[in-house]
């Protein structure tokens, strides 16, 4: 009998984790088993588990204990047991999988490229976090740069499509004008910082804590970027537009208070758990109300206006230019870092809940090492 190990928070204390190991059950007939070999865990997951009831994050990986959830990322596994005729056992695939040491899916609708999971429980989620790519012929996937795919291909994803819907609304009327990006130095904001920073009439300012400052600007990307108490550098009377990657309350008030003509205020995550707004509260500000982004409304919005293949073939491209920038030997802008066991996985989320620790470092994680 095989077991599955999987790290389980506290829905209501993210500090608060514990390791459970069950005894995997027998395949039912259609179902294939996935060994999770490597997952990346970034702020971006920090943001999936604070916002986990209201985006329902909690619900594609259900522990069945009260109170207790399963963080989603992204990584690689290989089929270990097959009752599916389409998949056979050994197949790489790329996905959204649990904090766990493996999974069972449900494979439907089969193509060459991908298939989806079938689990009842996950049909009325988002169809694009269902989705498994078969690594043979996935455009996205070399099989030298797993880690960094793992890293940042759902991120620069996101990062794409944030660039895109800003392009697409024309910047809400801050075009000419400034872009502010919060918690500058993660990997969602510098991916968005790199599109953005193509667009004519467009500033990117890079907003962070003074300690990751020198990182960011060595990215190349931000036009300025300044630590969180220097806003007062921008001037008050310009057209901008706010991208918040962090959550924090305090920060927001600042930018709604200084900017006058703040066109869009546009919440991608929560990275400063410690110091996420309290729900309803954006909406004393002055200025536009908060909005959450919500990718694949961009993603359906697009494929139905320039079809499945040209936005595939852009997305391709956007990646390839983003990872040659990224991967580059003289100056990498990300190096992985492993982190293998129940001991390593549960000090790494403990580490990057924190919020600290050096930007240049991703973290990769497996529970079935």
Wanted: net charge negative; with cysteine; proline share 5%.
């Amino acid at each position: 009998m095989t077991t599955t190990t999987q790290l389980l928070i506290r829905k209501d204390d993210l500090s608060s984790t514990r390791i459970r190991t069950t005894e995997d059950a027998a395949l039912a007939k259609g179902q294939v088993r996935l060994r999770i070999d490597r997952f990346a865990l970034t702020a971006n997951n920090i943001t999936y588990a604070a916002f986990g009831e209201s985006m329902n994050y909690w619900q594609f990986f259900p522990t069945g204990e009260e109170g207790w959830g399963c963080i989603p990322v992204w990584g690689f596994g290989s089929v270990v047991q097959s009752l599916h005729p389409g998949v056979a056992v050994g197949e790489r695939l790329y996905g959204y999988v649990p904090m766990a040491s493996s999974i069972v899916l449900a494979p439907e609708r089969l193509s060459p490229a991908r298939f989806a999971d079938g689990a009842p429980h996950r049909a009325a989620l988002p169809a694009v976090y269902n989705q498994y790519f078969r690594c043979a012929s996935d455009p996205l996937y070399t099989s030298g740069t797993e880690d960094l795919q793992a890293l940042l291909r759902p991120l620069f994803i996101t990062s794409w499509l944030i660039d895109d819907f800003f392009d697409d609304n024309d910047f809400f009327g801050a075009r000419p004008g400034v872009v502010l990006l919060s918690s500058a130095s993660s990997k969602t904001a510098y991916g968005t910082a790199f599109q953005m920073h193509r667009r004519d009439g467009i500033e990117v300012v890079g907003l962070t804590s003074a300690t990751n400052k020198a990182f960011c600007e060595s990215l190349g990307c931000y036009h300025r970027v300044l630590a969180y108490e220097e806003l007062d550098q921008v001037a008050a009377d310009a057209a901008c537009v706010y991208v918040d990657f962090a959550g924090n309350g305090e920060l927001r008030r600042a930018i709604h208070t200084r900017f006058p003509q703040l066109r869009h205020d546009c919440v991608i995550g929560g990275t400063h758990v410690e110091q996420l707004a309290p729900a309803g509260s954006a909406k004393e500000l002055p200025g536009p109300r908060a909005t959450f982004f919500f990718a694949p409304a961009q993603i359906k919005k697009r494929t139905t206006e320039w079809g499945e293949q040209a936005f595939g073939q852009r997305m391709v491209q956007a990646w390839q230019d983003f990872l040659a920038t990224v991967a580059q030997p003289t100056a990498p802008w990300l190096v992985a870092e492993h982190h293998d066991g129940a001991a390593a996985v549960q000090a790494a989320y403990a580490q990057v809940l924190s919020g600290r620790g050096d930007p240049r470092i991703g973290h990769i994680l497996s529970l079935s090492r």
